[in-house]
């Protein structure tokens, strides 16, 4: 079966002018943080398993920000979050949250807001500003305002 990409063009017309526009779901980046990710064999991957001790934010966010495939960026992520000497934070999830909105997997970024509440990490006003813009950027007007008014939720006023 090929795949096509619908443009305005592939609209379909229906009585007095009304359109249904077809839509066409990308299929959004699955994961769970908790899980064991299968990753492939990577030496800094295995550097990270025999030595959990060193692995600080700056070398989580240096990876994160030098990564250009989000879903390497985002089993790194879930990776370094199953490492016990490792916690992640408000940095490493701004910068997870960027990259899945430039992507525009709201989903994800929806899911990762979601998590740092339940374990309690610091959202920042920045994370919220860039879930917004993530949200216009894709065209989901309404979605951003939803985040706004979600802002009470994790203590922000």
Known sequence: MEKYSLG???MMY?????????KVHKPSIPFVLNASP??????????????PRTLKESDVLKRLRGERDTYLALEYFKHVANV????????TYQMMI????QKHEMDGVQYLLQQMKLEG??????????VMDSYRRAGAAEQALKTFYRIQDFGFK
């Open 8 to 10: 305005f063009a592939d």
């Open 14 to 22: 229906l009585k007095e002018g009304c359109s249904l526009l077809l």
């Open 38 to 51: 299968i990753l492939g064999v990577n030496q800094e991957n295995d550097e990270i398993r025999k030595n």
């Open 84 to 91: 016990e000497s490792f916690k992640h934070t408000t940095l």
């Open 98 to 101: 960027e990259k899945l909105g």
């Open 121 to 130: 990490v610091n959202c920042s006003e920045g994370i919220f500003i860039s």
